[in-house]
């Protein structure tokens, strides 16, 4: 998990705690997603995916056992089409592997994200441009976000585990 590779890397700003209430945005097979379940065990995962295949393993083997996960078949480009199924949260956590994950993140923070409430998100540069030096790519991926609202809290880069991919924390306005 890229958040375990986080840990290892010494991320400071764990953002996940008992009670909180996450829209998490690309949960694949919710491999992640149930280790976000066992630490917000008295909060709520909004589980968004939008392929069929991952989702049904999602559902089968994760959010059956696990009362804290709301599974969602969804484009996460379409944050609105969840909106009977989600409240506001206090995090927003995004691992879509998108070139356009920062207005993924920026349109999904608009509509559930409370106010100086957190956006974590994995970027994996090779998804936005395979051409530029990873480290460039993730600097100007942040420069978007924060001149949409967010403030860079902490980034950590994912090398060994996750190659040329950062995990970057910020907080919303
Ligand atoms: N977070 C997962 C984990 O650690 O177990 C791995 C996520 S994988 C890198 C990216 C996932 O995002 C894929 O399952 C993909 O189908 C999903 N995805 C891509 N675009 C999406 C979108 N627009 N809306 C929702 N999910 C999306």
Redesign the pocket.
């Known amino acids: 998990?890229?958040i375990s590779a986080a840990i290892k890397k010494g991320l400071k700003n764990f953002p996940i705690k008992e009670d909180s209430k996450i829209l998490?945005?690309?949960?694949?097979?919710?491999?992640?997603?149930s280790h976000v379940s066992d630490v917000a065990k008295n909060g709520a995962i909004y589980a968004?995916?939008?392929?069929f295949r991952?989702m049904r393993d999602l559902v089968e083997k994760v959010a059956k056992r696990r009362t804290n996960v709301v599974p969602i078949l969804?484009?996460?480009?379409r944050p609105f089409s969840y909106c009977y199924l989600v409240e506001n949260v206090d995090l927003i956590y995004a691992?879509?592997?998108?070139p356009d994950q920062t207005d993924?993140v920026y349109s999904n923070a608009l509509a559930y994200l409370k106010p100086r409430g957190i956006a974590c998100v994995?970027i994996?540069a090779s998804s936005i441009d395979s051409t530029k030096d990873p480290h460039v790519v993730v600097d100007e991926e942040i420069k978007k976000m924060e001149k949409l609202g967010f403030k860079l809290i902490e980034r950590v880069d994912l090398e060994p585990f996750d190659r040329a991919h950062e995990m970057v924390v910020c907080r919303w306005k």
């Open positions: 998990s890229k998490y945005l690309g949960a694949a097979n919710g491999t992640t997603v968004v995916e939008v392929a991952p969804a484009d996460a480009r691992d879509v592997a998108q993924i994995a994996k």
